[in-house]
Nanobody, 117 residues
Framework: QVQLVESGGGLVQAGGSLRLSCAASVSAVSIVTMGWYRQAPGKQRDLVASITRTGDTRYADSVNGRFTISRDNAKTTVFLQMDSLKPEDTAVYYC???????????WGQGTQVTVSL
């Protein structure tokens, strides 16, 4: 059973930083892509950043230059370093995993990020 364990959300003032982590219970060779999505109240869930097995990264325009996605040496945990946070970054952040042996998307439980003025 695939599990994604997220951590690192919280409350921060505008201009501050947070670091999210997501650990996957699969082997690195199984991973196609891992990414972070976010969903604010009343809005759809949108891509924030993703990283492929080969290390290619992708960012939403709204976070490019402020957020950085990375992974550990084992390539089964991804991190999202969020700097220069803005109130509009407030949302529940979800980790998503895609693996080579399934067409399904696997999601974490979500972690709340709240940025105050």
């Amino acid at each position: 059973q695939v599990q994604l364990v997220e951590s690192g959300g919280g409350l921060v003032q505008a201009g501050g930083s947070l670091r999210l982590s997501c650990a996957a219970s699969v082997s690195a060779v199984s991973i196609v892509t891992m990414g972070w999505y976010r969903q604010a109240p009343g809005k759809q869930r949108d891509l924030v950043a993703s990283i492929t097995r080969t290390g290619d990264t992708r960012y939403a325009d709204s976070v490019n230059g402020r957020f950085t996605i990375s992974r550990d040496n084992a390539k089964t945990t991804v991190f999202l370093q969020m700097d220069s946070l803005k109130p509009e970054d407030t949302a529940v952040y979800y980790c998503k995993l895609n693996v080579i042996w399934s067409a399904s998307d696997y999601w974490g439980q979500g972690t709340q990020v709240t940025v105050s003025l």
